[in-house]
Structure formats: C-alpha cells, structure tokens
C-alpha cells in the first residue's frame, strides 16, 4: 500500500506524486495491473473564518446523514467538532490551533506558505470516506464508478457536493426537529461558502449514491452454520473420535427425519418461511 503524506497531498499534490510513482515503475520495469483507492480525505481551509465564530458544537444547528456526534476541546475551548463514525466522517476545527497544540512547527511554516498569513484563523472542514462509502458513489452523467486516482481526479467536484449538500449540511438556525420540512432549513453563511467550492473549474460536480442492495439470505453462511450445527449434535451420538465416519449417516438422519416431520406437521409455516426467502432474493437482484 502506498500512503501519500498531508505536505505531500497539498504541494507538489496527490495526483503529481501519483504520476512520479507511476513513472518510477514504469523505469524500474514494473507494470501496475491494477490500482484502488482504499481512502479519500477531502479538505477545504476557509483563512480568516474563525472556527468559535459559528456555533459548530450546537449540535441541533447540524443536519447530517450520520448519528455520532461529538465535540473536541483544547483546554476548555472548544477546537473541533465530528459527525459520523466509519466509513464517513466529517471534521470542521480550528487548523490554527491543532497545528499550535501538536507544536509542529515545520507543518506550521508549511501551511503559512500555502495559507500565505502567519496569524489569520483558519478553519478546516475535512471528510474522510473510506472504500465501502467510495463504492457507493456515482459521478458525471454516466454514474461513472470512482476505482481509480484518475477517478477521483474528475469526481473530486462531484464527492465534494455529495458530502456537503446532502450528507452534511450546517445550518443558520436551530432545527425544528417537528417540523415535516426541517431539510428545508436554510445553512449557514459558512456553509454557504463550504458549498460553493470547486476543486478543479470544469469537473462535474452531479453525483448519485447508490446503496448495494446484500442479499437477504446469504445461502452460504446459513449453509455452513447449519452443517456445523448438525454436526455438533451427531457428535453427541458418538463415544470416540474412531466413529467419526458415522457421523455423515447420524447427520442424515436427522436432516431427513426433521425435515419431514416439518412437511407433514407444520407445513403453512414452512411454505411461508419458503416464499419470504424466494421474495426477498428476488429484491435483491
């Protein structure tokens, strides 16, 4: 796995330093058959919007697609906030002060060069998404799948307008929960801002989650579960691992004798047991 550093990913760019590992392989005589994104941490610094300004630890001033909500301190101040827990995670923190707090200063130097103050407050809003909710994404009009770096070079846009207009979205006043309209509450001006990004001018900035449907039954697992069952109640009908080879015998019995016993004295309920799982495989097509 190739990790590309946060200095890295802002100068010379993730996409440039792709492009010199790529060229490092291919001088080396090395072909990539194939490459994946395992994760994707997106990230916007608003310069001179400081985090305490807005009210981000008010947690009824969030809507967002995810439950987990929490918020983090420097001291007694609050410094960060986070919604989400897993595959998609959104951070807004004062950079400013995380940078000041880890005392890295190389790192401090570095963002002031590309921020181009030295003492403005920094906001950062940042999401994290890792492959399983990569997978779910569709970008462009084709609903192109994100797989590649080159993906993501052109869905950057669309990610972007995905997680802040419709996973997460804060708000310039207190929901009302009650209300049937409550997705209608108008975002804050911050948000305003957050929204109105473009990473590069042309890309498509539609995009489409869709949800892979899992089979209902996964036939395989119900499979072995019930074959280790089986086979742990057979045992019980054996004195010592020499009868192992009987078990196959002991095992068919009972399957047969269960089975039949249920098409002849509880047959209705097995039929409707049946049909939910011929209904529910079908959905899942």
Partial sequence: MIEIGSQSSWNPGVFEIFKNIESYFQFAGIEILKHTISRV???TDFIDQPFKKFDFGNVEKWICRANHFGVFYSGRIASGISYGKGNLILRVYDKRKELS?????????????????????????????????????????????????????YAQNAIWSYCVKHWARHTAIAV???????????????WKMVQDVKFLKNNPSDIARIKTKK??????????????????????SIESTDQIEELLDI???????????????????LEQKIQTVINSNRLSI
């Fill in 176 to 190: 009302d929960w009650e209300n049937k309209n409550h997705q209608r509450t108008p975002v804050s001006d911050f």
């Fill in 215 to 236: 089979d209902y039954v996964d036939a395989e697992a119900l499979v072995n579960q019930g074959v280790g069952c089986l086979l742990a109640a057979s045992a019980c």
């Fill in 101 to 153: 707090d880890k005392k890295a200063t190389a790192k401090q130097e570095f963002f002031n060069h590309i921020w181009q103050e030295t003492s403005s407050p920094v906001t950062r809003v940042e999401f994290q998404l890792r492959r399983e909710a990569i997978n779910e994404l569709r970008y462009g009009a084709g609903k192109q799948k994100i797989e590649t770096i080159y993906d993501l070079l």
């Fill in 251 to 269: 095992a068919s019995e009972h399957l047969s004798i269960r089975v039949k016993n249920q098409m002849k004295c509880r047959y209705q309920e």
């Fill in 41 to 43: 941490d997106l990230c």
